[in-house]
């Protein structure tokens, strides 16, 4: 008599997956934190606050070349007064003489006693000084002391990622270092033995290795270290092995394909030999499997353990919805979650799939989006045209005109 084969779990929506992952996995603490100097910061997630020990701008200073002077000296447009100093950015300027001006440039500090800078396309000079030819007002064209960030301020928050303007505004306050999350390093392996690398002659049956590439840019691009296995022949010893290895040194372990439990498939039984394994259905699309363990230590600890579809479009999106947050979570990164734009659609989706959709996306020049014409899990070249995802809830038809959901590549990897 045949058994009725048990009931599949209903299908876990993708942040409830999110959520119960980023729930295991703890932002860093403070010894893994390391000093760089500021040049060499670019793209770090910063470990401390960074806060001013000076006022900036550090005293008053002109916001252009001119004339600094007393307001009160000047009764009225055309009076003239006489040029007693020059003041050239770097250089400090003795105090003002009561009814003179002194020629200031961009920058400079303004002397003591003057109270206002009026720029020089205002101003003619004369015999013997300044004709001002402007009504003059009490503090115009001056940068206050701390006008931009006072002493004692906070700059920088932890948690951000450090652009490049981010890095200016900490010199702008003096800091020659910073205090850094360390890099996570992450593993990353492929099993199949139809695999092989470009510049290899295709065997029958064979395919190039393209999530290997893929997926080492993306973990180069949000700031962790790869620690690339290559290619682990289909046998359950050599996938035990590679786990063990690459658990020993590194902070997660990547991998795409090969969770299942077909004869080839020998990751599901090596990770329950050698740590923990969730394996989840996820309603989306592209997309669908998802596993998420650890691989334990020899010393008791464990590396955290993803494993991702391996149709090369299904694999990208879903490390960029579900490794991502937990890699910037693993340099303590305090935004986790994209950001979506409410755009508009020019194309038409009349058949929503019943679980939640990723569609790829370009904007156009009329200020809408386009969509790829072929959507399926395995069109690569789908990632390279679009700009961004539609993230389109199930059963939602789109028709044209209608607000989606948009998120940017461009933010998803970087």
Not at 278 to 294: N, R, S, V
Not at 363 to 371: E, P, S, V
Request: aromatic share 4%; net charge neutral; proline share 7%.
């Amino acid at each position: 008599m045949n058994e009725t084969p048990p009931p599949r779990p209903p299908l876990l929506a993708l942040d409830d997956a999110i959520e119960r992952i980023l729930a295991r996995v703890a932002a860093p603490g403070a010894d893994r934190a390391e000093t760089l100097s500021t040049f060499d910061a670019l793209g770090r997630v910063l470990a401390a606050d960074v806060r001013s020990q000076i006022d900036v701008p550090p005293e008053d200073n002109s916001e252009m070349d001119g004339y600094a002077l007393r307001a009160g000296d000047v009764a009225a447009a055309g009076t003239v007064l006489p040029v007693s100093q020059r003041i050239a950015a770097g250089s400090v300027g003795a105090p003002l003489a009561p009814g003179t001006a002194a020629r200031i440039f961009t920058g400079a500090q303004v002397p003591p006693g003057a109270d206002a800078v009026v720029m020089q396309e205002q101003c003619s000079v004369v015999d013997g000084g300044v004709r001002v030819d402007a009504v003059v007002r009490v503090g115009q064209s001056i940068r206050r002391r701390g006008e931009d960030v006072e002493r004692g301020a906070r700059v920088l928050g932890a948690g951000i990622r450090l652009s490049p303007q981010a890095l200016g505004m900490a010199a702008s306050v003096g800091a020659a270092t910073l205090q850094v999350a360390r890099r996570p390093r992450v593993a990353l392996f492929s099993t199949g033995d139809e695999l092989a690398m470009p510049g290899e002659t295709l065997k029958p049956g064979a395919i190039y290795n393209s999530n290997r590439f893929t997926l080492r840019g993306l973990i180069e691009s949000l700031g962790a270290v790869h620690d690339d296995l290559g290619i682990v022949p289909d046998r359950l010893d050599a996938t035990r092995e590679a786990l063990k290895r690459a658990a020993e040194r590194n902070d997660l372990i990547v991998t795409c394909g090969g969770v299942s439990v077909g004869e080839e498939d020998h990751l599901r039984p090596a990770l329950e030999r050698e740590g923990r394994l969730d394996l989840w259905q996820i309603a989306m699309k592209p997309g669908k499997p998802l596993a998420f363990g650890e691989v334990f230590r020899g010393d008791g600890s464990s590396a955290w353990f993803i494993g991702l579809p391996g149709n090369p479009v299904s694999s990208f999106v879903t490390f960029l919805l579900a490794v991502r947050p937990v890699l910037l979570r693993l340099q303590g990164a305090s935004d986790l979650a994209p950001r979506p734009m409410a755009m508009r659609a020019d194309f038409a989706w009349p058949k929503p799939d019943r679980r939640r959709e990723f569609l790829r996306v370009r904007r156009n020049d009329a200020g809408g989006l386009d969509l790829f014409g072929h959507q399926g899990s395995a069109v690569l070249t789908s990632t390279i045209w679009a700009d961004g995802l539609v993230d389109n809830p199930p059963g939602q038809a789109i028709a044209p005109g209608d607000t989606v959901r948009y998120l940017s590549l461009r933010e998803l990897l970087g």
